[in-house]
């Protein structure tokens, strides 16, 4: 079974600073990677996904991520924190022959200080 | 183009009361997902289908009921509330053709049982 470990629950930096939001996984099968954000009272939308080919992408709003099988990591960044980007990110991983089930991470609260 | 549309958004029940969430999406999905959400635990996936008439538990089922008849809805019982069943539920849907990339999220619905 896949599992997906968060470090952080909370998150602050300043804006203009970088922001690093880790992620781990579990899997024992080649596994799709996603990060979703959530913004206050709304549902989650997608920012970047990796499925196969180049490990580093790049998503929506400046994030990009990297996925590093031999750390089994795929951590979230941008270079320049913007007030706008203060939300909930979520990672969450999906392996093939899981069909239709994608596992989430508990979440990472990411506070933007002026 | 609505999108998944749910309700209620918020509703307070009593232990034991039973309710019914709604999930509607009109963008001819097959497969739906119910989720909740708890601080510090990520989404877990209560119940998902495939497609009108086949639905299946997730990770988290005890205490829930769903339903599939039609392609556009997906209802979420709950028989006998508890207080463990205080969360925020999240309905969502993607085509056949879409992994996970395009998972549409409903805005939520905050359950409260007291």
């Known amino acids: 079974a896949q599992s997906v470990t968060q470090l952080g629950s909370h998150v602050s930096v300043s804006e203009g600073a970088l922001v690093l939001l880790r992620c781990n996984y579990s899997s024992s099968v080649p596994p799709y990677l996603f990060w979703y954000v959530q913004y206050p009272n709304q549902g989650l939308q997608l920012l970047l996904k990796?499925?196969?080919?180049?490990?580093l992408v790049k998503g929506i709003n400046g994030f990009e991520a990297e996925f590093k099988k031999s750390e089994t990591s795929f951590h979230l960044t941008k270079p320049s924190a913007h007030m706008s980007d203060a939300a909930e990110y979520f990672c969450a991983v999906r392996v093939n022959n899981a069909g239709n089930m994608l596992t989430f991470g508990g979440g990472t609260r990411l506070m933007v200080k002026p | 183009n609505a999108g998944v549309t749910q309700t209620p958004k918020f509703r307070i029940l009593k232990i034991g009361q039973s309710m019914t969430l709604q999930c509607a999406q009109d963008?001819?999905?097959?497969?739906m997902y119910w989720y909740r959400q708890d601080p510090g635990m990520g989404l877990k996936l209560i119940y998902y289908s495939v497609g009108a008439g086949i639905t299946d538990k997730g990770e988290v089922p005890n205490g829930y009921n769903v339903s599939r008849s039609t392609t556009e809805d997906f209802p979420l019982r709950l028989e006998l509330a508890a207080p463990s069943q205080t969360s925020v539920y999240f309905c969502?849907?993607?085509?056949?053709?879409?992994?996970?990339?395009?998972?549409?999220f409903g805005s939520g619905t905050q359950l409260s049982v007291l």
């Open positions: 969502a849907s993607r085509g056949r053709q879409n992994t996970f990339e395009k998972l549409f």
């Open positions: 963008m001819n999905h097959n497969y």
């Open positions: 990796y499925t196969t080919g180049a490990t």
